[in-house]
């Protein structure tokens, strides 16, 4: 069973970086797109970043473009979101999935096509 663990969250000020990670175990995670979403209190849960299995192919939320970076690290089974120049409206809960039913060039930035969860990580931002 593929289990996902997120990690690098935090209470940080606005404008300061973080730099999320997520570890996979139990599956070899190379093949398949994974990306970052987040939820914020009372909201409901939103894509952030998306990569396909080789890297080239990532796409962002408008809200975050230019501000958050995607990579994978297919040597640690891993994917990272460093995010730069944080702001309050960044606070929410950061959860890493995969999609682990298909191959695809492009990934996706449906919530509901991507099958496996992370429990996720917390991360607050000051003003």
């Known amino acids: 069973q593929v289990q996902l663990v997120e990690s690098g969250g935090g209470l940080v000020q606005a404008g300061d970086s973080l730099r999320l990670s997520c570890a996979a175990s139990?599956?070899?995670?190379?093949?398949?797109?994974m990306g970052w979403f987040r939820q914020a209190p009372g909201k409901e849960r939103e894509f952030v970043a998306v990569?396909?299995?080789?890297?080239?192919?990532?796409d962002y939320a408008d809200s975050v473009k230019g501000r958050f970076t995607v990579s994978r690290d297919h040597a640690r089974n891993s994917i990272h979101l460093q995010m730069d120049s944080l702001k309050p409206e960044d606070t929410a809960v950061y959860y890493c999935?995969?999609?682990?039913?298909?191959?695809?060039?492009?990934?996706?930035?449906?919530?509901?096509?991507?099958?496996?969860w992370g429990r996720g990580t917390q991360v607050t931002v000051s003003s």
């Open positions: 139990g599956r070899i995670l190379a093949s398949y797109a």
């Open positions: 990569s396909n299995w080789r890297g080239d192919r990532v």
């Open positions: 999935a995969a999609d682990l039913s298909k191959h695809v060039l492009v990934p996706s930035r449906r919530v509901d096509e991507y099958n496996t």
